[in-house]
């Protein structure tokens, strides 16, 4: 041990530099660390809003996107398939869409916050298979309508509203995801207006 005088000044430097030093490795490690308790980006996708451009959308077509690994419809109904909903009401398993499992939006003769646009997840409510769309085709499984969907796995038939038949396996009618309206070409699927 030195009788050297101690310097003060240069020992508080010294440990001054040695916390700065060492909080700014502690930073320096723990940002990695917290942001891997955030979800992946696969993750936020899965589960996050999507954003569906309708400006091109010709009446009568139909486009698929994908929210939650859900495939979803977006449908341009013409008037002639909206008048033809009416024609059929007595045939359907629950056409004031009245099941719990209903969103309130869809709650209404066109299931639809638009009459003229569809919004719905393309899944049979029987066991999970995704129905195809008979534009011009469906009046062989329904007589009267002309439109509508139909599941070739076990013969589950819906109408323009996704409405199910009776006497088919598929107990309700196809889902309505929350969707909202952002502007006259754009809808968000996964968010409904007012619930955050």
């Known amino acids: ?32 660390f917290i942001a891997s308790w955030n979800p992946s980006e696969r993750a936020k996708s899965a589960g996050a809003p999507v954003e569906v451009d309708i400006s091109k959308l010709e009446p009568g077509q139909l486009i698929r996107v994908e929210w939650r690994g859900k495939p979803v419809w977006v449908i341009s109904r013409t008037p ?25 939006s869809a709650k209404n003769p066109y299931r639809s916050k638009r009459p003229e646009i569809f919004v719905a997840v393309g899944i049979c409510t029987h066991l999970g298979c995704s129905p195809s769309f008979l534009q011009g085709g469906f009046g062989e499984k329904v007589e009267g309508t002309e439109d509508g969907f139909f ?22 009618n196809l889902e309505i995801p929350p969707y909202t309206f952002i502007d006259d070409t754009t809808i968000i699927v996964g968010e409904e207006e007012g619930v955050a």
């Not at 008048?83 to 969103?103: F, I, N, V, W, Y």
Request: glycine share 10%; net charge negative; aromatic share 4%.
């Open 1 to 32: 041990m030195s009788n050297a005088p101690v310097d003060n000044g240069r020992r508080r430097f010294l440990t001054i530099a040695t916390s700065v030093v060492g909080g700014v490795g502690a930073a320096g490690a723990a940002v990695p």
């Open 151 to 172: 599941c070739p796995c076990h013969g589950s038939k819906f109408d323009m509203a996704g409405r199910v038949f009776q006497a088919v396996p598929a107990p309700l």
């Open 80 to 104: 002639k398939m909206l008048e033809e909903m009416k024609a059929h009401e007595g045939q359907l398993r629950d056409p004031a869409s009245e099941e719990p499992q209903q969103l309130d």
